[in-house]
């Protein structure tokens, strides 16, 4: 992460028109993509979002097999977005200031041939009849051999209880997963991390269509303390209320193994 502090969510809204964007170039980091960074003040446009209720999105489910291995479910959390509110707004404006600039950031030859990859992705919830909104950031990744699975999670993750933090160890996508889920309370410093054009032609020979976009990476996360809030730990505490029997001994009551029970719907968990 950059030695500076990132930007306040409130203040890169007020100065979106300030962020400065270059047309995207060959490169030795990604062969099949032209790509270039996005900044601010000169700075990596790393930005610290307010607290987002996981009430949707996530982590794709395991044997999707447009998410299959380590790479593209790293890449493919979703961030829930309420509509209309601060941060779905943030978003809106930042591709109608992309858009507005395209003749200028596409080269000569991709003119008239790109397709520009939509911010906010839309999912319509049939069974809640309704349609949720999100956005999409990858975890950063130390990668050795990802053939073998050999990388790390660079991430940091911070546990929240009142005005005290510490931070979380975690090194694979798993272990993350077992801390951004469903329910959870979450604040990310996010990324503005490229804008890019991918040099893979998505139509045909006679009408070429290359995908253009930008992508977030989530530099820090930390999640709110859910176990001191006014919900019961039913799983590690005794809260049967005795009064009117005689007294039970905590000590000799068997211990319940919960780990195996579906605690959610899956299916309301995860954007398409």
Known sequence: MSKEL???????????????????????????????????????????????KMIHGGFPQKGNPHYDGVLPRANGLSIPLVYKE??????????????????????????????FQDIIREYENQKKGETNYSFRARLALKINDLKNEDYK????????????VSEIEVNTVEDVEKIIRYGSEIQLIIRLNKMYISTKNEGTKKDPKFKMGVTFKIMAAQVKDITNNSNVDYKHKYAFNDNDEEGTNVASCPVINTDNLDEIDENDCVDS
């Open 86 to 115: 601060d941060i779905y707004n943030f978003f809106v404006e930042l591709q109608k200031k992309i858009e507005n600039e395209m003749d200028v950031l596409i080269p000569e030859e991709y003119k008239g041939k790109v397709e």
């Open 153 to 164: 999670v660079e991430t940091s993750i911070w546990k929240k209880n009142g005005n005290e």
């Open 6 to 52: 990132p930007f306040k969510f409130e203040d890169v809204f007020k100065r979106i028109d300030e962020i400065t964007f270059i047309q995207p170039k060959k490169n030795d980091i990604v062969s099949n993509q032209l790509i270039s960074i996005p900044k601010l003040n000169g700075r990596m446009l790393d930005i610290q979002l307010p607290f987002i």
